[in-house]
């Protein structure tokens, strides 16, 4: 078993609650949601951004803070009820940008500059559509763009509601044609643009059936690199490749990287970066693209000119995210996320040594950074401490961000311990578990995460707390599938869900019993997305848990072909269901073998996921009704994959405890 453990001195110390309170579900409106953190340019100053939740208005909105690199005059830069994010300062210093849908008529995100001499923050675009991203120009005279086109379907219904007329019918070309959020896709592509703030005069710099993201400006302001997936049909596959243009009007860009593997997934949310000497580009690159996102995604370098293409470290095989270039220093020092076995840290990748060298390691979980003028700053969070900022300064960490100070000192936080176990098979499975705060062996729930490729991160969760408050002891594995621990432990469940992760999973179930945390007698499963997926396929497996809840979950996988967004990962892993059904079958078993299932399940969705859509859950619900198995059914109205209505995110917790105590009481009678 490993301990969890800090290998940096950490100034986070848990705060000791002055009483004890159990939490109940609306206490998560009391956290805050800190993010994004940039240093000005001189590193004297913090920008990041804080969602809070207000209940009373069933509203979550997002609004940026400032402070010291001292930490001093933390204060709030923007308020209101419409979110501020993706906070960007120009690089002299002067002003602060960020995307806001306020003042927006049809509430898309435009780009706003508030400058920090004083005054308020003004408007600089009004896209049609709205801007998905921007960055500065080295010189703070110009903005690169990416706005998306304005789709001539929501234009003619956009005038439609004008004037009460019936909108136009939805007319569907394209092999990738839906997708969660933005719903049906037809030709509304997100483009790069060019804006000169002097005159605010907009330049196109690219057209065409294809998206572009992740826009990177060269040092010396001429080019610009970005991401982009093009092709005869570039719906048919995840090909983004990096490429350059002159940041003027006319120019023509170029492939900078070749496939098959993608370079820069947006996906991602890692841009390529320039070098200080702007000779050399770093980004992230992918794996095989039959492996899809099972395979680990390294670091890579290549010139300006295209040539010498490089792997930093290709044995570590870890996902990497966020690179930077150490400003200052040597061309080849960058330092990036490093995710490896349920936590992620912040590594050097220099390209000589034995590997990546730890800047902020340990058992931690390091989700976001930014680093100038030798300083750096880190969004962290461990299993007993919310994210906040910290400066990381000579193996130590400081507090700069403080949001949840308050929330800390009202509520004690349950213990967590990392865990190895034996499966069946023998394979080694690593994961966590949430200790109840009720003594002795309690109630047991396991909780599966999504993706599958995904892991449990060292991190504060609000969700589980709350299970560990209410008397549920918290078991939280990592089974084949997950990343953190390589391509070969993750490709394992390729084409085989609910497998060998079902033995991992109750593998995990069986070491919390036999380490007298959990009660046989009184266990529950649940998970949200693949999370739901596996909780199906588990209590279509066995009948040991009295309880299951399954969110924006599936059973018949064959249900999701040309329902769901997954076509291109479905025909890459599984192959075309008529030519491959024994696979699709196989896969599907929690529906096709349903008549196995006895364990009351509550099943959620919202109304509007285009991800796992709420059709896989009507057919699971109708099917344990059909069975007489208790069941019930929740629909979000207008939600996604996510959820993100205040209520809403209290409702499920809510229905989770009562289901869970409807069926498992956390108490022995």
Not at 160 to 169: I, Q
Not at 305 to 319: F, K, S
Not at 433 to 455: E, I
Request: with cysteine; glycine share 8%.
């Amino acid at each position: 078993m490993r301990a969890a453990s800090v290998c940096i001195a950490l100034s986070l110390g848990a705060v000791l609650p002055l009483a004890a309170k159990t939490l109940a579900p609306e206490d998560f409106a009391q956290l805050r949601e800190v993010s994004d953190p940039q240093l000005s340019a001189d590193g004297q100053w913090l920008a990041y951004a804080v969602k809070t939740t207000d209940l009373a208005k069933d509203k979550r909105p997002k609004n940026l803070w400032i402070c010291h690199w001292d930490g001093s005059g933390n204060r709030a830069l923007t308020d209101g009820e419409a979110s501020c994010s993706h906070p960007r300062w120009s690089p002299d210093g002067r002003s602060l940008a960020f995307l806001s849908s306020r003042d927006d008529d049809h509430d898309n995100d435009q780009v706003w500059i508030l400058p920090l001499a004083g005054g308020e923050a003004e408007k600089i675009t009004a896209a049609p559509n709205g801007i998905d991203d921007f960055a500065w120009s080295p010189d703070s005279r110009r903005l690169a763009l990416i706005a998306r086109e304005l789709d001539p379907r929501d234009a003619a219904a956009r005038q439609a509601a004008k004037d009460k007329t019936t909108p136009p019918p939805l007319v569907i070309d394209r092999y990738y044609f839906k997708q969660d959020i933005d719903g049906y896709l037809t030709t509304n592509y997100a483009h790069l643009q060019l804006l000169d703030l002097d005159n605010r005069r907009i330049t196109p710099l690219t057209h065409g059936a294809f998206d572009d993201a992740e826009p990177a400006w060269s040092p010396d302001g001429r080019t610009l690199a970005f991401v982009s997936k093009r092709g005869d049909d570039p719906d048919r596959d995840e090909n983004w490749q990096i490429y350059l243009i002159a940041a003027e009007a006319g120019a023509r860009e170029r492939a900078l990287t070749t496939g098959p593997e993608a370079s820069a997934h947006p996906d991602w949310k890692s841009a390529p970066v320039w070098s200080p000497d702007g000779t050399t580009i770093a980004f992230l690159r992918g794996g095989p693209p039959e492996k899809i996102e099972y395979a680990s995604h390294p670091l890579a370098t290549i010139s300006a000119q295209g040539t010498g293409l490089r792997i930093l470290y290709p044995a570590h095989d870890r996902n990497i995210f966020h690179p930077h270039w150490s400003r200052g220093q040597p061309g080849d020092t960058l330092s990036a996320l490093d995710e490896d076995d349920g936590a992620q840290t912040l590594a050097a990748f220099s390209g000589t040594g034995a590997g990546p060298q730890p800047i902020a390691g340990g058992r931690v979980s390091i989700t976001g950074w930014d680093a100038a003028a030798g300083h750096v700053a880190v969004l962290l969070s461990t299993p007993d401490h919310p994210f906040e900022i910290y400066a990381a300064e000579g193996g130590t960490l400081r507090a700069l961000s403080r949001q949840n100070d308050a929330w800390l000192k009202s509520f004690p936080v349950a213990p967590t311990e990392e865990i190895a176990y034996p499966s069946s098979d023998g394979t080694i499975i690593h994961g966590m578990v949430l200790h109840a705060l009720a003594p002795g062996r309690t109630a047991a729930l396991l909780r599966l995460h999504g993706g599958p490729q995904s892991q449990y991160q060292t991190q504060f969760s609000f969700e589980d707390q709350l299970f560990a408050h209410h008397g549920y002891t918290v078991i939280m594995p990592n089974p084949r599938g997950s990343t953190g621990r390589g391509t070969a432990f993750a490709m394992a469940l390729y084409a085989r869900w609910g497998s060998v992760d079902v033995q991992d999973d109750l593998a995990a179930v069986d070491y919390a019993v036999q380490r007298g945390w959990a009660d046989p007698d009184r266990l529950g499963v649940g998970g949200w997305s693949y999370g739901g997926m596996a909780t199906n396929y588990l209590i279509a497996s066995t009948t040991r848990f009295k309880a299951a809840t399954a969110g924006a979950s599936t059973g018949n996988i064959l249900a999701g072909y040309g329902t769901n967004e997954y076509v291109r990962d479905y025909q890459a892993e599984l192959g075309s269901p008529w030519q491959h059904s024994d696979t699709w079958l196989n896969i599907s078993y929690p529906f096709y073998h349903a008549d196995r299932i006895k364990t009351p399940t509550l099943f959620l969705c919202g109304q509007n996921d285009f991800n796992v859509p709420l059709l896989a859950s009507e057919q699971m619900y109708q099917a344990l009704r059909q069975l007489q198995v208790p069941t019930e059914l929740v629909i979000y109205p207008g939600q996604y994959h996510g959820l993100t209505k205040a209520s809403y995110l209290v409702d499920r917790l809510r229905r989770y405890l009562a289901w869970y105590a409807r069926w498992i009481p956390a108490k022995m009678p």
